[in-house]
T-cell receptor
Framework: AQTVTQSQPEMSVQEAETVTLSCTYDTSESNYYLFWYKQPPSRQMILVIRQEAYKQQNATENRFSVNFQKAAKSFSLKISDSQLGDTAMYFCAFMTPVGGTYKYIFGTGTRLKVLA | ETGVTQTPRHLVMGMTNKKSLKCEQHLGHNAMYWYKQSAKKPLELMFVYNFKEQTENNSVPSRFSPECPNSSHLFLHLHTLQPEDSALYLC???????????????FGPGTRLTVT
């Protein structure tokens, strides 16, 4: 069975600094996709970044980048130049096609607080 | 905000009540999902619908009854709930076509349910 583990329940970072959120996963599938979602307080969950497992190059989206280590089954999120608006719950998620549909599995989340 | 809406945003109900949660997506997606979000637990996938057909039911108790009349609307009918069912219920949608490379999920704002 696939699992997603986020070992840091809470983190804080000073504004303008860099922070890394960790995520590990377990699967025997070879075709899968990884995501980081952000859920600001009382607001909708939105996609931050995604990574296809077949791509070796790490995905980047502006201040957000990932460190994808396929052999280690690790998928960490780096936030550079942290801003107050980055304060949110961050969920790591794994998706694999199963029987004509997609199976998504989420981690427990990391609550990130950016300090002024 | 994304094109997924949920009503009501907050709901308080007694254990003998019957109520329904509604989700609507305006993104032209053909897959819709119900998740339960409880504190300090991973997002729990409850139901998946593809092209109006239920493709997954993750051992959800029968007091939760989904309905998907078309690809744009999804309901969750609730009856004789328990206090432990209190949680944030999230609806999500996605395309169901890997070739389109847009397989991430788009989430609604959720319905905060309290069972008294």
């Amino acid at each position: 069975a696939q699992t997603v583990t986020q070992s840091q329940p809470e983190m804080s970072v000073q504004e303008a600094e860099t922070v890394t959120l960790s995520c590990t996963y377990d699967t025997s599938e070879s075709n899968y996709y990884l995501f980081w979602y952000k859920q600001p307080p009382s607001r909708q969950m939105i996609l931050v970044i995604r990574q296809e497992a077949y791509k070796q190059q790490n995905a980047t989206e502006n201040r957000f980048s990932v460190n994808f280590q396929k052999a280690a089954k690790s998928f960490s999120l780096k936030i550079s130049d942290s801003q107050l608006g980055d304060t949110a719950m961050y969920f790591c998620a794994f998706m694999t096609p199963v029987g004509g549909t997609y199976k998504y599995i989420f981690g427990t989340g990391t609550r990130l607080k950016v300090l002024a | 905000e994304t094109g997924v809406t949920q009503t009501p945003r907050h709901l308080v109900m007694g254990m003998t009540n019957k109520k329904s949660l509604k989700c609507e997506q305006h993104l032209g997606h053909n897959a819709m999902y119900w998740y339960k979000q409880s504190a300090k637990k991973p997002l729990e996938l409850m139901f998946v619908y593809n092209f109006k057909e239920q493709t997954e039911n993750n051992s959800v108790p029968s007091r939760f009854s989904p309905e998907c009349p078309n690809s744009s609307h999804l309901f969750l009918h609730l009856h004789t709930l328990q206090p432990e069912d209190s949680a944030l219920y999230l609806c999500a949608s996605s395309r169901d076509n890997l070739a389109e490379s847009s397989y991430e999920q788009y989430f609604g704002p959720g319905t905060r349910l309290t069972v008294t």
